[in-house]
């Protein structure tokens, strides 16, 4: 199976293979992938940004930036670490530390490079399904609030 039709399976799977949007049970031969931050916008294409999607559903929404969309990235994020989506192996901390330290995440950054989780005094840095780092930093220092 190709990587992408992989990580199809895995969204549909961990969607329940509902559309997110709109509730409805989805084929999985006639779903599509939504970036559910627009990836015309800016959005990645890592898995946490991904959600299973009717084609309707996926038409309508086109290039709209749903209300909810740092709610659902952060649950997805928690979600891949505790499935073991996101690949662990430059850090220190052992999957489930990572996970327990995922649970404080209350913020998105997003730059060219990398989607930055942010929870106090703590950065997760993720690119091409890694968290690559996890950096501390005194609770007193300004959040990131820029895209670099």
């Not at 950065?123 to 690559?132: A, C, K, L, Q």
Request: aromatic letters at 10%.
């Amino acid at each position: 199976m190709r990587a992408k039709e992989i990580e199809k399976k895995y969204v549909y799977e961990r969607d329940l293979g509902t559309c997110f949007i709109c509730g409805k049970p989805v084929r999985r031969n006639k779903m599509t992938l939504d970036h559910y931050y627009p990836k015309s916008m800016g959005g990645s294409t890592e898995v946490f940004n991904l959600v299973c999607c009717c084609k309707q559903c996926n038409r309508l929404k086109r290039s709209q930036v749903p209300k909810d969309w740092e709610a659902v990235n952060i649950a997805l994020f928690q979600r891949a670490i505790l499935d073991r989506r996101l690949n662990l192996s430059r850090l220190a901390q052992t999957p489930a530390e990572v996970y327990t330290l995922s649970q404080r995440v209350n913020a998105i950054i997003r730059t060219r490079y990398n989607v930055i989780f942010e929870a106090p005094g703590i950065r997760f840095y993720v690119s091409d399904g890694s968290i690559s780092k996890i950096v501390y930093f005194d609770v007193r220092e300004e959040p990131l609030d820029f895209v670099l």
